[in-house]
């Protein structure tokens, strides 16, 4: 039974014979070659050039090849579009296996299984590093892979799913999936944060082993390069792996030894490769060099003879009475789901459910069951963040019509269960809905859907890969941060600025935020502002230019970016609305939270204007520097005095956002801060919308303005006039760029 194994550990040593260590990895170029006639196909690759993408290897995901090296996921710590936070990547052979043959006549097989398949032995060694970068605490893991498919990760693979699942179909027989991780992130379900794993169509592995007794680490703070062994016994159905640094002996002992049948698990004709993913950690999982063999099979049988014969039969009839078992289940079903509803039975059929599903172009209704599978229960691993309204979950639902990628598509989704199912839950949650439901605006997060079932209220949400404005401004972990270049922190500026507007004066009714602050301002997969968290906004009604809560309803909000006079009236208005606008540009420009010690003033807000007039020049000097501090001190005064105490000045001083009436309205306060002495700018496009800090325009025409000479240069006075946190200059994600 070990003798065709045995064989082909031999093919593997025969074919890697040329290495100069005891590794048994190639050093030859890439070749694909057939040893030993017609017992098995090999393939060995001494290091990867970007050449072999798509030719001998499929790239998918966030993978890539870089320094040699297979990056399953990104190698780009200095690249701003490439972040290396909740990314997933396969880099798999370009060619598939046979992995198993069914055996003519069904019965005893060749190989002693009963189960009338013979399944294909292979033995591989690859060469890995996972290292964290600066230093970094690693996450989450790598993985030996064995796929039906050469596609792309599933959406929502990121995290503890290893690029292999998602929390919708993890777990799932359909998957084909069989993986062999190396895991640096503890979940629940695994002995601890440095193990190796074996896992059949999911993430709970089946067998697991802790590498720490064994004086493995698999990723040190110091990089080490790990030799990894795997051998399958098709005949045995057994799989092992065995694990070194590079360069030393094969051990003797597998560090992993489990059952394994594959003829029962895979897709017949599968793909090898590796899966890695990052969560909120992350590393840099590289692949250095990978050879395989793999025991070729003989050609399927015809089908012909008794058993072709009788699996007709059994077809013709068994489908049609499994077809019509199934209609009748499922008109079962669907009969008493509707009995449910009229009775009122079903918790989302009642007052709250029918004034949900009366909304007109209402969000899709989920089940609760749904989303509870898409966030993996309510797993911890799945928060996203925790509000006074309730908890955000990252989850995986399976898309309709109205998404892009069409019915069926796997989609990720933020789920806010809210934490109070009494009235007053409900209050919140249908306040939301009714809010939220009709808006529309591409820098607005998108409603995707509802559940009130089960005694739980969950709004569904688009999901935003890149999370809030305040994670990456202030992110107490690197891996929280990206660096925000100052044309990315305009544009982010002016995507708020934009549905603001749009609330205050573009939709049918008059919406003040109420809440609009950092965290609030999520970041889409192209870091493109998206306004969310509706939970305290409320409509004007048409005849008041205010609303106001019930008696006692008290002041709601955010301290730092209250509106001062909001603590007398208990009114929110769009001028308190742009009040906490004016703090988050600040908090943009200067990189502090709007609660913070600046010379006395405890809040940012009330940090005086002059105090960068002294870093400002008449623009008349050749020092670039100098021009800069001139601009950047404008856009600093610029935004304490949007969010400046004078109420009545507030709405035409940045609310804007508004469009321009004529075609040579050009904003003479911009031309003395920004342009004193300086040619006066081109008019900007009649029908343009101003940001709201003075002659911040998001127009062409206005470009030279805003883009260049404000947005990458307005920190420079901030720095100067010591109101930036020099201890983010360095290092931080308010470096200057």
């Known amino acids: 039974m070990a003798t065709r194994f045995l064989v082909l550990l031999f093919l593997l040593a025969t074919s890697a014979s040329s290495s100069s260590t005891s590794t048994s990895l190639a050093t030859n170029t890439t070749d694909v070659g057939r040893d030993g006639g017609d017992n098995a196909v090999s393939f060995s690759f001494s290091s990867f050039h970007a050449e072999a993408r798509g030719v001998n290897v499929t790239v998918v995901g966030d993978a890539n090849i870089n320094g040699g090296a297979l990056q399953i996921t990104p190698d780009s710590l200095n690249d701003a579009s490439r972040y290396l936070t909740n990314k997933s990547g396969r880099v798999l052979y370009a060619a598939p296996f046979k992995l198993w043959h069914r055996e003519k006549g069904g019965g005893e097989a060749a190989n002693g299984s009963t189960a009338g398949k013979r399944v294909a032995s292979f033995s591989t060694v690859f060469t890995v590093n996972v290292f964290r970068p600066n230093g970094t605490v690693p996450g989450e893991g790598f993985a030996f892979v064995i796929a039906p498919s050469a596609a792309a990760p599933p959406a929502g693979s990121t995290g503890g799913f290893l690029g292999l699942t998602n929390a919708a179909t993890d777990g799932n027989a359909t998957n084909q999936i069989v993986a062999v991780e190396l895991d640096t992130e503890e979940q629940p379900y695994d002995p601890d944060d440095n193990?190796?794993?074996?896992?059949?169509?999911?993430?709970?592995?089946v067998a697991t082993t802790s590498l720490k007794p064994l004086g493995i680490e698999i990723s040190p703070v110091d990089p080490v390069k790990y030799d990894v062994w795997i051998d399958y016994d098709g005949a045995a159905r057994?799989?092992?792996?065995?694990?070194a640094v590079s360069g030393q002996a094969r051990p003797a002992s597998p560090v992993l030894a489990a059952p394994l049948d594959l003829g029962a698990t895979v897709a017949e004709w599968s793909y090898f490769g590796f899966s890695a993913s990052t969560g909120l950690k992350y590393q840099l999982n590289c692949v250095l060099a990978w050879n395989m063999t793999v025991e070729r099979l003989p050609r399927d049988d015809d089908g012909g003879g008794d058993h072709g014969k009788g699996l007709t039969l059994a077809l013709a009839i068994g489908v049609p009475v499994a077809a019509a078992a199934l209609a009748a289940a499922l008109g079962y079903l669907y009969v008493a789901k509707r009995r449910r509803k009229v009775s009122g039975g079903d918790d989302g059929s009642g007052i709250t459910g029918t004034m949900i599903r009366s909304l007109a172009g209402g969000p899709r209704e989920f089940e609760y069951r749904e989303l509870r599978k898409a966030t993996n229960n309510f797993d911890e691993r799945m928060k996203l963040g925790q509000g006074g309204y309730g908890v955000v979950y990252r989850g995986v639902v399976v898309g309709d019509h109205t998404f892009p990628g069409g019915a069926g598509s796997a989609v990720e989704v933020a789920v806010k269960k809210f934490s109070r199912a009494s009235t007053q839950g409900q209050n919140d949650f249908l306040a939301e809905l009714s809010i939220i439901n009709r808006l529309?605006?591409?820098?607005?997060?998108?409603?995707?859907?509802?559940?009130?079932?089960?005694?739980?209220?969950?709004?569904?949400?688009?999901?935003?890969p890149n999370g809030s404005l305040d994670q990456h401004l202030f992110g107490a972990a690197a891996a929280e941060r990206r660096l925000l270049g100052w044309d990315l922190r305009y544009s982010i500026v002016a995507g708020v600025a934009s549905a603001l507007h749009y609330l205050h004066d573009e939709y049918d009714q008059k919406v003040v935020h109420r809440d609009l602050k950092a965290s609030n301002v999520m970041l889409d997969a192209a870091f493109s502002a998206r306004l969310g968290d509706f939970g305290l906004a409320r409509a004007i009604e048409t005849d008041k230019t205010s609303y106001m809560e019930e008696a006692g309803g008290g002041v709601h909000g955010t301290v730092g970016y209250i509106a001062p006079e909001c603590f007398h009236t208990e009114k929110a208005t769009r001028e308190s609305d742009v009040y906490a606008f004016g703090a988050v540009v600040l908090e943009v420009v200067c990189g502090r939270r709007p609660r913070c010690d600046i010379d006395g003033f405890c809040f940012l807000v009330d940090w005086p204007p002059d105090a960068g007039r002294a870093a400002q020049d008449d623009g008349h000097h050749a020092d670039p520097a100098a021009v800069h501090a001139a601009a950047g001190g404008a856009a600093v005064q610029a935004g304490v005095r949007v969010a400046g105490h004078r109420r009545r000045d507030r709405h035409d001083d940045v609310h804007g956002v508004q469009p321009r009436q004529h075609e040579h309205d050009v904003d003479v306060d911009v031309e003395r801060q920004l342009h004193e002495g300086k040619p006066e700018p081109r008019a900007a496009d009649a029908g343009a919308r101003r940001l709201g800090l003075r002659g911040v325009t998001a127009t062409a025409a206005a470009g030279a303005v805003t883009r260049g000479a404000l947005t990458r240069r307005m920190i420079v006075a901030a720095v100067e006039s010591n109101c930036l946190n020099r201890g983010n200059l360095h290092g931080g994600n308010n470096e200057v760029l």
């Not at 057994?238 to 694990?243: D, G, L, N, P, T």
């Open 195 to 205: 193990h190796i794993g074996l896992d059949v169509n999911g993430v709970v592995s």
């Open 440 to 464: 529309r605006h591409k820098h607005l997060v998108r409603l995707v859907g509802w559940s009130h079932d089960n005694g739980e209220l969950l709004l569904v949400y688009e999901y935003m």
């Open 238 to 243: 057994r799989i092992e792996a065995y694990m």
